[in-house]
């Protein structure tokens, strides 16, 4: 199967195409001929073209003609070209070549390695597409075998966790009277661990999938979305005093559900390195750094050390000792392909005792 690029040339005079040809035989291309726009146009329908060599002074349909039609066709929208004349050579018509959507225009005579470096230039450009392309395909693969896989242990997973915490208390219930304080103590440890693994179980759930999640872009009101993730941390945390400052009407464009998921997950961690003190103070706004428009959630908590935050976002990550802050260390690798998946980034700022700031962009 021949796999080599196809280049189209255009032009009315066989001794044109000859010489063309001529220059281009030592490149690895495949070149289709056509004396007249309209075989140009029947040849882009059958074959896939990576760039075109337009004649311009051509009977019936001319150059730009034909370079109008190719930008129309959906297939050709974004064929490059190379407009090539010995006649309109003067700069109106150069710039109306360029104004025609053409990647360059080459005066006759040229030079044969002007021409050949246009061409490998596109050549080489399609090359890399087609790596590209294949890289993604494979990378695709993969990230989806991944989450099948995370999906099928995280779900495989729970029923020896039931079964053990069930027998433990079973054994608890049933035999209680006949075991001494540590052997209970020992159980009791046996049921928490088994707790705390259904619950990264859960979280690792959560995370396989968003990444298997749609997009479904809509207008989306940020504001509204903390002020409903406040009111419900409030009623979570009824013996607490929340301070929530949020700026109204952020409105942005993205996926309602994950952004909901991604706020609530931020708002949660606020809330969580918060609870020490008197009035958990809460901020959600909009703010301009380097001329960019970042949201930010900011906390008075006990914020961290970011010596340490190199891997904030990873899986599995923590900042601070499961025995002060319980957490599956998942919800900020939740925030940040969330972030990604909406062309946005995501980082934080914070100091040991003196709250954090993490801000993100959601490009609209």
């Known amino acids: 199967m021949n796999t080599k690029p196809k280049i189209l040339i255009v032009d009315d005079k066989s001794e044109n195409l000859f010489a063309l040809r001529t220059v281009l035989k030592d490149m690895d291309i495949e070149p289709v001929e056509a004396t007249s726009g309209n075989d140009a146009l029947k040849a882009t329908l059958r074959h896939d073209f990576v760039l075109a060599l337009l004649d311009i002074q051509m009977p019936g349909m001319d150059g730009y003609e034909l370079a109008g039609i190719l930008r129309e066709e959906e297939k050709t929208a974004h064929l490059p070209f190379i407009f090539i004349s ?5 700069n109106l018509n150069v710039f109306k070549g360029y104004e025609k959507g053409a990647f360059s225009f080459i005066t006759k005579p040229f030079q044969p390695e002007i021409l ?27 990230n989806k075998e991944l989450e099948s896989f995370s999906y099928s242990v995280s779900h495989d997973l729970r029923a020896p966790l039931r079964g053990i915490d069930g027998w433990s208390l079973a054994l608890v219930e049933d035999y209680g009277d006949q075991l001494d304080e540590k052997a209970l103590q020992y159980l009791g440890r046996v049921r928490s661990e088994t707790q705390r693994m259904g619950w990264l179980i859960d979280d690792l759930l959560k ?16 504001s509204e979305i903390i002020q409903t ?13 929340f301070l929530f400052a949020i700026q109204p009407g952020l409105v942005t464009r993205g996926d309602a559900k994950m952004l909901e998921i991604m706020l609530t997950n931020l708002m949660g961690n606020a809330c969580k390195f918060t609870g020490k003190m008197p009035v958990a103070k809460i901020e959600f706004g909009k703010a301009s750094i380097d001329h960019k428009e970042v949201y930010f959630i900011k906390d008075n908590g006990v914020g961290f050390n970011m010596a340490n935050a190199k891997n904030l976002f990873g899986a599995f990550q923590r900042m601070h000792k499961e025995s002060e802050f319980p957490g599956t260390g998942i919800g900020l690798a939740t925030v940040q392909r ?15 005792n003196q709250g954090a700031t993490f801000y993100f962009t959601i490009p609209d």
């Open 86 to 90: 010995a006649v309109y050579t003067d």
């Open 207 to 222: 995370l396989s999938r968003v990444s298997q999640m749609e997009l479904r872009m809509a207008m989306v009101d940020l």
């Open 229 to 241: 993730v406040s009111e419900r941390l409030q009623e979570a945390h009824p013996g607490r005093q």
């Open 116 to 142: 050949i470096n246009k061409v490998k230039f596109f050549i080489d450009k399609h090359k890399q597409e087609i790596a590209l392309f294949e890289l993604n395909k494979e990378l695709a693969f993969m």
């Open 338 to 352: 969330i972030v990604r998946l909406h062309k946005g980034t995501i980082w934080a700022e914070a100091s040991e």
